[in-house]
């Protein structure tokens, strides 16, 4: 069984930088996909990065693609978001999310089956 725990967020302002960590138990492959997503106020969850464990390729949304890195940590078992130029924009519970589901094939992040997911930190931007 997988287990994913979200930490790291908090209350920043505008133009901070922050990173979210993901720690990873029970992982039984490296062929999983790692993603976060994150939720604002009255919003859709929306996809924000993935990265697959075992090449570390990585996938972003279009929003996302300047300001945020994700990363892994094999020797952790840890999955990282950076956030950079926090905006208002930004606040939103994250959540971390694996897809042991995928074999092989081109991966579709935002119709991927993540199937194991956290709890979710809140990260919070004030202007």
């Known amino acids: 069984q997988v287990q994913l725990a979200e930490s790291g967020g908090g209350l920043v302002e505008a133009g901070a930088s922050l990173t979210l960590s993901c720690t990873v138990s029970?992982?039984?492959?490296?062929?999983?996909?790692m993603g976060w997503f994150r939720q604002a106020p009255g919003k859709e969850r929306e996809f924000v990065a993935a990265v697959r464990w075992r090449h570390g390729s990585t996938y972003y949304s279009a929003f996302a693609e300047r300001r945020f890195l994700i990363s892994r940590d094999d020797a952790k078992n840890t999955v990282a978001l950076q956030i950079f130029s926090l905006k208002p924009e930004d606040t939103a519970v994250y959540y971390c999310a694996a897809d042991s589901t995928y074999t092989s094939g081109i991966f579709h992040p935002l119709s991927a089956p993540f199937d194991y997911w956290g709890q979710g930190t809140q990260v919070t931007v004030s202007s």
């Open positions: 029970g992982r039984a492959s490296d062929n999983y996909h």
